[in-house]
């Protein structure tokens, strides 16, 4: 089945640091690509997505690129804040395979400190 | 728009006991999907609606779980003869289906299943 993979938590940075939190996937299909983000006591929330190929998504200064040649939507973010400390979800679902279940990888941690 | 919601936020019960979950969806949102999320790993699918009828179910929903949403609205979720293996995060997200078909997640409800 198809799966998502990202990299293990949790991840320490000080503010204005560079930010990547890598993941991988797994489908059978062509999937749509999303980061979802869940703040400290609050849902989860989409923070950007992508449905295609090259695609890049970006939100909040966050980044990512579909990349179907390494099955792979890395976040990114130039300079961090406090204000992103959060848990981050890669997610994906195969919409034009006719399922719209979203799959998650198991989320990455990440606190910046002032 | 109010979001979307769920009650209760929190229960424990014992185990064996019976308990049931609702979630009012977005007004608007035609799709409604149910996801368990136990600590430290990503939300993993158990069901979803489109208006009333259910069409798909995961395998990780026993015969000890049903799912309604009997007019299109709202949705309970049903545990019987919870178990400890129970105890999670059950979130619910709400969908049109149409446009970006994005999911909008509610708070949750935690179950403690003592």
């Known amino acids: 089945g198809d799966s998502v993979t990202q990299m293990e938590g949790p991840v320490t940075l000080s503010e204005e640091a560079f930010l990547t939190i890598n993941c991988t996937y797994t489908a059978t299909g062509y999937p749509s690509l999303f980061w979802y983000v869940q703040y400290p006591g609050e849902g989860l929330q989409l923070l950007l997505k992508a449905t295609k190929a090259d695609d890049k998504g970006s939100n909040k200064g966050f980044e990512a690129t579909y990349r179907k040649e390494t099955t792979s939507f890395h976040l990114e973010k130039g300079s961090v804040q406090v204000s992103d400390s959060a848990v981050y979800f890669c997610?994906?679902?195969?919409?034009?395979?006719?399922?719209?279940?979203?799959?998650f990888g198991k989320g990455t941690k990440l606190t910046v400190n002032p | 728009d109010t979001g979307v919601s769920q009650d209760p936020r929190h229960k424990i019960t014992k185990r064996g006991q019976n308990v049931t979950f609702r979630c009012d969806p977005i007004s608007e949102h035609n799709r409604l999907y149910w996801y368990r999320q136990t600590l430290g790993q990503g939300p993993e699918f158990l069901t979803y609606f489109q208006n009333e009828a259910q069409l798909e179910k995961s395998r990780l929903l026993s015969d000890r779980f049903s799912a309604e949403r009997p007019k299109g609205s709202f949705s309970t979720l049903e545990i019987q003869r919870t178990e400890q293996g129970d105890s999670a995060m059950y979130l619910c997200a709400s969908s049109l289906a149409a446009g970006d078909w994005e999911q909008f997640f509610g708070p949750g409800t935690r179950l403690t299943v003592l």
């Open positions: 997610a994906l679902s195969d919409l034009w395979g006719g399922s719209e279940k979203l799959v």
